[in-house]
């Protein structure tokens, strides 16, 4: 086995010099007569205002307190979602790879350790192109990391990362996100399958536009005849104020005012339909429901 920076990572983490790894690896629920899982990336390490910037702070901080966060450093959990269908085993974003924090990278180890091979992939579906979501696409060779999938990615997210023009206009502090995405898409633009708001995408699988966090940031709802469940990527990006406070605007959306209109609209949605809700960064594995809360609204892990 070639020895590389995952690899001490893991090895690292494991003997205890690390202490990275969040408590669950892996966490898996049942749906119709599928398995959907999600499997650890480990986390990242994030100041505060990242994303609470410009929120009302003392209502902010009694928030916080109450949820135990801190205000200035946010490590949250990188959850990667996988379903398999007994035809399909379809990967919900890659991870973050080797080169975006030292904290995440993770996948792949924890994938071997649930027993799914990278060629056993027969798809990855793109939420949107961040670097946590996006930069474990490629392996030590710089090849597409799951060799015998499809690749799926919303138009509108495809076209934004695509565009030479995005590099200058997103902004200091993400043009690295944008020409780390760039750097990726082009490994597999001659396979990529774009698909736009409402395609049924794969057996089971719709897409569902949710801008804000990113321009064409997608979600997706699996359906099992009855049985349904929602992955929401980073269109609810914490387990905190994005609940408590879905309208307001977060400074770690691209579009603050856009992505609080959308995760408005899924927090009704999600609770109107009891519907199980799968999010990227969220805690415990990823996977719960949400309740509603005293002027807002409160995630439940499974
Ligand atoms: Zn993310």
Redo the contacts with the bound molecule.
């Keep these: 086995m070639p020895l590389t920076r995952r690899h001490l990572l893991q090895t690292a983490a494991a003997s205890g010099l690390v202490p990275l790894l969040p408590r669950r690896l892996i966490a898996e629920t049942q749906l119709g007569t599928g398995r959907l899982l999600t499997v650890s990336d480990g986390n990242l390490v994030l100041p505060g205002d990242f994303v609470f910037d410009g929120m009302p702070e003392p209502e902010l901080a009694s928030i916080l307190a109450a949820l135990r966060i801190d205000r200035q450093r946010l490590t949250p959990e990188?959850n990667v979602t996988l379903w398999q269908d007994g035809e399909q085993t379809v990967l919900f974003d890659v991870g973050a790879g080797p080169d975006f924090m030292q904290s995440a990278g993770a996948l792949q180890g924890n994938l071997d350790a649930a027993g799914i091979t990278p060629e056993q992939v027969t798809a990855v579906v793109f939420t949107h192109a961040?670097p946590?979501?996006i930069w474990g696409l490629l392996d030590d060779f710089d090849e597409p990391a799951f060799p015998e999938a499809r690749y799926l990615m919303g138009r509108a997210e495809w076209d934004y990362w695509w565009d030479p023009a995005t590099v200058e206009s997103i902004g200091a502090e993400r043009q690295l996100f944008a020409l780390g995405a760039r750097r990726r898409m082009e490994v597999i633009e001659d396979r990529i399958e774009r698909f736009e708001d409402g395609d049924e995408i794969l057996p089971g699988l719709a897409a569902i536009l949710t801008p804000g966090h990113t321009p064409g940031h997608m979600s997706f709802e699996l359906r099992q005849g009855q049985a349904a469940a929602l992955v929401v990527?980073?269109a609810i990006?914490n387990d905190h104020v994005a609940f408590a406070r879905p309208g307001w605007e977060a400074n770690s959306d691209q579009d603050p005012e856009l992505g609080a209109k959308t995760r408005v609209a899924l927090m009704d949605r999600l609770v109107q339909e009891q519907m199980p809700v799968i999010g990227?960064?969220l805690s415990q594995g990823g996977m719960g429901h949400v309740e509603r809360a005293e002027d807002g609204y409160r995630f439940v892990p499974l």
Excluded: N, T
């Design positions: 990188c961040h946590d979501h990527g980073d990006g990227f960064h």
